[in-house]
Structure formats: structure tokens, C-alpha cells
């Protein structure tokens, strides 16, 4: 089964960018689409960005849309969130989760990451 730990989480100030990563177990990683979610205290957790198992396409939360960039390198069974332009309100625990398919459903995920924690300060 796979096995997803992500990094790269950490404490910035509005306006600044993070790059997370997250780094699959198992020689199959080329085969799963690929998706990121965050939850924020009190919040259920929310869609924020898939990938499908070529990279070729990409799905995006309106509230993320032209601030964040998910990619994946296949040769290096990692996926990538960069994150630009952030804001307060993008605090969260940000977690990768492995899916047959290219979706934003997070019931369709069936193997998720501990998650890391995005702070982003005003």
C-alpha cells in the first residue's frame, strides 16, 4: 500500500510562498492521481488542488486559483504544492491523499498523509 508523508510546512507572513512536498512509498506512485486538502480549526477539511498521474491536469479551488501550483514528479515519487501569494485565511493543516482517478471528492481518496501545518501571519 502507499504511503504519503509530507513536508515543507512551516510559519510565514502574508505575501510569502511555501513549497510543499509530499513523498509516496511503493513503486506505483506514476499510477494514482493526486490531491492536496487543508483544515483549519473548527473548519471541516476542504478541497484544494489535484493532479492527475501524468501531470497534464489540474484541478483548483476557486480560493486558491492563480496562487497555487500543484505538480508531481513521478521520477522522484513526490508531489508538490507551491504556494504563493499566501494569506492569513490559507492557515491550515494541509494533507496529500492518493486516488484511482482525478477528483475533488475527498471520500474518493483512499490513503492520506499525516499533514503539515501551513501558518501563514498578518
Known amino acids: 500500500q502507499v504511503q504519503l508523508v509530507e513536508s515543507g510546512g512551516g510559519l510565514v507572513q502574508a505575501g510569502g510562498s511555501l513549497r510543499l512536498s509530499c513523498a509516496a512509498s511503493?513503486?506505483?506512485?506514476?499510477?494514482?492521481?493526486m490531491g492536496w486538502f487543508r483544515q483549519a480549526p473548527g473548519k471541516e477539511r476542504e478541497f484544494v488542488a489535484t493532479?492527475?498521474?501524468?501531470?497534464?491536469?489540474?484541478n483548483y479551488a476557486d480560493s486558491v486559483k492563480g496562487r497555487f501550483t500543484i505538480s508531481r514528479d513521478n521520477a522522484k515519487n513526490t508531489v508538490y504544492l507551491q504556494m504563493n501569494s499566501l494569506k492569513p485565511e490559507d492557515t491550515a493543516v494541509y494533507f496529500c491523499?492518493?486516488?484511482?482517478?482525478?477528483?475533488?471528492?475527498?471520500?474518493?481518496?483512499?490513503?492520506w498523509g499525516q499533514g503539515t501545518q501551513v501558518t501563514v501571519s498578518s
Open positions: 493532479i492527475n498521474w501524468s501531470g497534464g491536469v489540474t
Open positions: 511503493g513503486r506505483t506512485f506514476v499510477s494514482y492521481a
Open positions: 491523499a492518493a486516488a484511482a482517478v482525478l477528483t475533488s471528492v475527498p471520500q474518493t481518496y483512499y490513503r
